[in-house]
């Protein structure tokens, strides 16, 4: 077995939040130093929080829920790549991955990673993501779960979501927000778990990687 990295953000409700969203809070509902016999934390907080994934019933009504998901697709051989200098994510840098073809898990590392140094960070908008064209070559790749290291898989000012919305008609997982920074370029097996929401459009998940 190889070593185990947790690519998942530690939560903690001063994480950056996408502009307009709910702030989430933590705190007891019980607790001991009150004179409770046990702690109970109490948690509120959007689906879309922090290190995450996305169904495609998030932006296309009737499509899948969370609990609807394919764990064999959630669990599995992935390819991690990185593309550090680049904010929009085009075809051409992916081809120069030379991503192996039967890849159906990638995730991409890119300069947003050294955001995660300083978890409680202001929310980016400059973050690097991936182009409407780049996720449809994705889905003509065979690509089944992508995954990338800030909170969105499309750049932030693709008002018309349309990378969102090419991957989850093909009903491609979308995981945002995971921590790469101690993930080196390779194949890896991906562990990639959320609460099983019934018919929620986005849930937290525990994402973890081990070299293969």
């Known amino acids: 077995m190889g070593k185990i990295i947790d690519i998942t953000v530690p939560f903690s409700t001063d994480l950056p939040l996408w502009p307009g969203d709910p702030a989430p809070s933590m705190d007891y509902m019980k607790c001991m130093a009150g004179g409770y016999r046990c702690n109970v934390t109490r948690l509120e907080t959007g689906v879309h929080?922090?290190?995450?994934?996305?169904?495609?019933?998030?932006?296309?009504e009737g499509k899948k829920g969370v609990d609807e998901l394919d764990l064999n697709v959630l669990v599995g051989t992935c390819t991690l790549i990185e593309i550090p200098d680049v904010q929009k994510i085009e075809v051409v840098d992916l081809e120069a991955c030379n991503i192996k073809k039967g890849t159906e898990r990638l995730l991409i590392k890119t300069y947003n990673s050294h955001y995660w140094s300083q978890p409680a960070h202001e929310f980016r908008k400059d973050y690097s993501a991936i182009t409407?064209?780049?996720?449809?070559?994705?889905?003509?790749?065979?690509?089944?779960?992508?995954?990338?290291?800030?909170?969105?898989?499309?750049?932030?000012?693709?008002?018309?979501?349309?990378?969102?919305?090419?991957?989850?008609?093909?009903?491609?997982?979308?995981?945002?927000?995971?921590?790469?920074?101690?993930?080196?370029?390779?194949?890896?097996?991906?562990t990639c778990l959320p609460m099983k929401l019934v018919g929620a459009d986005g849930a937290p998940v525990r994402a973890l990687i081990e070299k293969e």
Not at 49 to 60: E, M, R, S
């Open 49 to 60: 929080f922090g290190t995450h994934l996305d169904a495609p019933c998030h932006f296309i």
């Open 132 to 190: 409407a064209d780049a996720a449809a070559w994705m889905v003509d790749f065979g690509i089944k779960l992508i995954g990338i290291d800030y909170l969105s898989i499309q750049l932030f000012d693709d008002q018309v979501s349309t990378t969102h919305l090419v991957l989850l008609d093909a009903e491609v997982i979308i995981v945002e927000a995971l921590d790469l920074r101690f993930a080196e370029p390779g194949n890896y097996r991906l």
